[in-house]
């Protein structure tokens, strides 16, 4: 079984061996001098420039203490990002051809994707333009059959024996409270159609048959917009850092996941995919290369049984494109993980989808998630204890990559052969026999 090491050098030939184990105290509290200065912030050379993001922005020594982004030795830079930690996607288009004829072709999905105070702007003046519209349309009928003449008025229609279109119209704010009585059938029974006028008729059934449209229409835009996937998202977390540590003896990244409400996301599953620069045997430079990641969490694979928060690895293994890379390189290196949790909505039944991403400075090495989850016997329940979800502890970690980890397991594991057993067992064997 391999041993987790808490301080290493790393070593590229099998005779270095011998130099490594007459020099272990001083190797030892070089490694004990260095690990401290790499935690106060502070650098002496330049391949140790890298240093704990969290340590650089809440150090009481540290040398860039207020900056996120500054690191001895290099300079102040903003970071860049795709998604950002609320899962908003950080993507601005230009240059779309037509872009306003298909937005208006699609309008259901445009109005949902609006901002609400756009929502709730049109969801008013689409029935506030309608009611002065057909008020318009009303008016003009009540005009042109001679309704608003002096004689024809409601107070002289019983002496002149007039049959108006609409009985109680005088004029055009009559008209519109009308309009609003039939678009929404409203019915006070005082203002009402008469047969008089054909065309008063078509156009009570009209205005009738669009009201209860136009109503049906804005009331499901207003219950996508309450119901849709994003709105569940903003209940499901993700850790604040991704934390690097061992896990069984191989370097694992990990980040936690946690979901705030009592119903539960069904077929909850996670995926993660690194975002960097990549160049092809061609000469192409590919600044936005996706890479897939493998994770898990336990046994369980990328599918979770989601009923508290959990924590997601990702094993640095030979296949996974972290593999190559150490404490320093992954605090100088430019790429982002973006990680995804999908699922079903319990209550509701539909999809929804949580984003998130860590930059390299976001990514603590040397850090392991702290439990959250503890059994209350007073309660007789598991208790989940979110005001720790983001607190991570300091461990023993090799500050070399995973696969300079690995070369140094192998020379372990060439000390251990059955020749180099026999001989020990025999030097110890004839010192017992000298010594008796």
């Known amino acids: 079984m391999q041993v987790p090491l808490s301080d290493v050098q790393v070593l590229h030939d099998p005779a270095d061996v011998e130099t490594v184990a007459g020099d272990k105290e001083e190797t030892f509290a070089h490694m004990k001098e260095w690990k401290r200065q790499y935690m106060r912030g502070i650098s002496h050379t330049p391949s140790q420039a890298g240093v704990y993001y969290e340590a650089l922005k809440g150090s009481s020594h540290s040398l860039a203490k207020g900056s996120r982004n500054f690191r001895p030795g290099s300079m102040r830079r903003i970071r860049r990002r795709a998604v950002f930690k609320n899962g908003d996607c950080n993507v601005v288009q230009k240059h779309l051809q037509r872009r306003r004829v298909r937005f208006l072709q699609d309008m259901y999905t445009t109005m949902v994707d609006w901002q609400w105070r756009w929502t709730l702007l049109a969801f008013a003046l689409s ?67 008469s047969p008089e006028c054909p065309e008063a008729i078509f156009m009570m059934c009209f205005q009738s048959i669009y009201g209860v449209m136009s109503s049906a229409f ?121 990680v995804i949790l999908e699922g079903t909505v319990e209550s509701t039944g539909q999809s929804t989808q949580a984003r998130s991403s860590y930059i390299n400075t976001e990514i603590l090495w040397g ?28 461990v023993d970690t090799p500050l070399c990559s995973a696969r300079e980890l690995n070369e140094i397991y192998k020379i372990q594991e060439g000390f251990r052969t059955p020749e180099t057993t026999f001989t020990m067992r025999q030097l110890s064997h004839n010192h017992s026999d000298q010594a008796s």
């Not at 409601?154 to 119209?169: F, K, L, R």
Request: hydrophobic share 40%; with cysteine.
């Open 127 to 193: 029935f506030i333009l309608s009611w002065l519209f057909f008020a318009l349309i009303w008016w003009l009928i009540i005009y042109t059959h001679g309704d608003l003449e002096e004689l024809h008025l409601p107070d002289n229609q019983e002496e002149s024996g007039w049959a108006p279109c609409v009985s109680a119209i005088d004029g055009f704010t009559s008209c519109f409270l009308f309009s609003i009585e039939t678009q929404h059938t409203i019915g006070y029974g005082v203002r009402t159609t």
């Open 218 to 338: 804005m009331a499901g835009i207003v219950f996508a917009k309450m119901t849709r996937a994003k709105q569940r998202a903003q209940t499901l977390l993700f850790s604040k850092h991704a934390v690097i540590c061992q896990r069984d003896g191989c370097l694992s990244l990990m980040f936690r996941v946690g979901d705030m409400r009592k119903s539960h996301i069904i077929g909850a599953g996670v995926r993660a995919q690194l975002i960097r620069t990549r160049s092809t045997k061609e000469g192409e430079v590919m600044t936005q290369y996706f890479t897939e990641l493998e994770i898990g969490t336990d046994d369980s694979g990328s599918d979770l049984f989601f009923i508290w928060p959990m924590v997601i690895e990702h094993k640095i293994d030979e296949n996974s494109p972290l593999y190559n890379m150490n404490a320093t390189d992954m605090l100088q290196d430019k790429f982002e993980i973006v």
């Open 367 to 394: 850090h392991r998630f702290d439990p959250v989850v503890l059994y209350n016997k007073d309660l007789q329940a598991y208790e989940i204890d979110y005001g720790r979800f983001n607190e991570t502890t300091q």
